[in-house]
């Protein structure tokens, strides 16, 4: 079974960064795409970013393109998510999920996704 461990959340001031971690376990890590997405409180969960950990390629929502930087350590096990240039508008539960496809916009669809994190709260605040 994968498991999803997220860390790095907090609040932040408008302007500030976070970096978030996902550390994955359980599954051979090297084979699938891994997403971030957010939820805040009363929307739908919305995917922010991904990147297939064999190198295969990085995506991005259009809200966070050029704040926002995916990376992946593989000797870790851990996808990072960089959050640069904060707004009021990222805070939200942001979640990590594995066991998904990337490609054909696939990686913004929680159904493509099998494992996900808990969550962890991220809030920005002016």
Request: charged share 20%; glycine share 16%; aromatic share 12%.
């Amino acid at each position: 079974r994968v498991q999803l461990v997220e860390s790095g959340g907090g609040s932040v001031q408008t302007g500030g960064s976070l970096r978030l971690s996902c550390a994955a376990s359980g599954y051979n890590y090297n084979r699938f795409c891994i997403g971030w997405f957010r939820q805040a409180l009363g929307e739908e969960r919305e995917a922010v970013a991904a990147i297939h950990t064999d190198g295969g390629g990085e995506y991005y929502d259009d809200s966070v393109k050029g704040r926002f930087t995916i990376s992946t350590d593989n000797a870790k096990n851990t996808v990072y998510l960089q959050m640069n240039s904060l707004r009021a508008e990222d805070t939200g539960m942001y979640y990590c999920a594995a066991e998904g496809l990337c490609g054909l916009g696939r990686w913004k669809r929680p159904s493509e996704y099998g494992s996900w994190g808990q969550g962890i709260q991220v809030t920005v605040s002016s």
